[in-house]
């Protein structure tokens, strides 16, 4: 049975997103008694503080599924050496209206693949500031700057024999901090 069901926030629309792939595989790492589930952040309108007392019915979903989340799962490209505005538009969301953030307290793991060489290095930096300011505990280390390559992904969708055991102990290292800290 699952005990920890953990909230994945993948910084892409794109269909055939690597990090979407990679989100998809990371969680067949992880032991049984987890649960990912990849939120849904396309449909979420523009953020617009003049809503905050009225929110739209995709922001009170999003905001429900992170606060009832044990954990969350951040798997992010890099866009222009910052994190994509879908992203961070999501996070604007569930992060209002003020007091009352679905964030606080939360555990997170930050992860990302890019095509550029420095793998979401960035990006991933940039995403620890916010989450820093939003009171969510991330996983300091081991860091994964995942670049996409050629067997990155194996036909089944698992992760490739080149990187398969350093993600496996990403996985091992993030269970145990979301062990540690889950709400
Ligand atoms: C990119 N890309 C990119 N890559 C990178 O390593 N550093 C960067 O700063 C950027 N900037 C950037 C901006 C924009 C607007 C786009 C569309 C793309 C390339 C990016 O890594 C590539 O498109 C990935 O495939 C995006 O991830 P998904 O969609 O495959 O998950």
Do not use: C
């Amino acid at each position: 049975m699952s005990r920890y069901n953990i909230a994945v926030l993948v910084g892409s629309l794109r269909k055939e997103s690597f990090n979407r792939r990679l989100a998809t595989a990371l969680a067949r790492l992880a032991p049984a008694e987890f649960t990912f589930k990849q939120l849904e952040i396309g449909d979420l309108p523009l953020y617009n503080q003049d809503d905050d007392a009225h929110q739209a019915a995709p922001v009170k979903r999003l905001k429900a599924e992170i606060q009832a989340a044990n954990g969350l799962l951040f798997v992010t490209p890099e866009y222009n050496r910052s994190i994509p505005g879908v992203l961070k538009n999501a996070i604007d969301h569930a992060s209002r209206p003020y007091g009352q953030s679905a964030f606080a307290g939360k555990s997170a793991g930050v992860i990302g693949v890019s095509v550029g060489a420095i793998g979401t290095a960035i990006a991933q930096q940039h995403l620890r500031g916010v989450l820093a300011y939003l009171d969510v505990a991330t996983l300091g280390q081991p860091e994964a700057f995942i670049q996409a390559k050629e067997g990155l992904f194996d036909e089944a969708g698992e992760i490739g024999p080149g990187s398969r055991d350093f993600l496996q102990k990403w996985m091992d290292r993030y269970v145990a901090w979301i062990r540690h800290h889950a709400t």
